[in-house]
């Protein structure tokens, strides 16, 4: 069956980095546009970055552009989201996200499969 799980979050001060990954399991890593979003309490999930298939692309949200990167290894089926700079903004579940070969990277309704989440906090 499909997997993802993140890890990497915690609890970290204002300024700090993170790298949160991303381990997949159970598809053909390489064929798919993977995603990372979060979502704060009280608020909707929201996009974040995303990377194509072949690592080529990549596309971030206006708040985290020049802070975080993304970037994939299709030989050990992994994502990673590079956070640097991290602010109270920032605290959230981040989820990864799996779709097949679209390139509409902002659109959770696009992913077809998601990991649980890992809690990223974030203190000022």
């Known amino acids: 069956q499909v997997q993802l799980v993140e890890s990497g979050g915690g609890l970290v001060q204002a300024g700090a980095s993170l790298r949160l990954s991303c381990a997949v399991s159970?598809?053909?890593?390489?064929?798919?546009?993977m995603g990372w979003f979060r979502q704060a309490p009280g608020k909707e999930r929201e996009f974040v970055a995303g990377i194509s298939w072949s690592g080529s692309t990549t596309r971030f949200a206006d708040s985290v552009k020049g802070r975080f990167t993304i970037s994939r290894d299709n030989a050990e089926n992994t994502v990673n989201l590079h956070m640097n700079s991290l602010n109270a903004e920032d605290t959230a579940v981040y989820y990864c996200?799996?779709?097949?070969?679209?390139?509409?990277?902002?659109?959770?309704?696009?992913?077809?499969?998601w990991g649980q989440g890992t809690q990223v906090t974030v203190s000022s």
């Open positions: 159970g598809l053909t890593f390489s064929r798919y546009t």
């Open positions: 996200a799996a779709d097949l070969q679209s390139l509409q990277f902002s659109v959770p309704s696009r992913y077809e499969f």
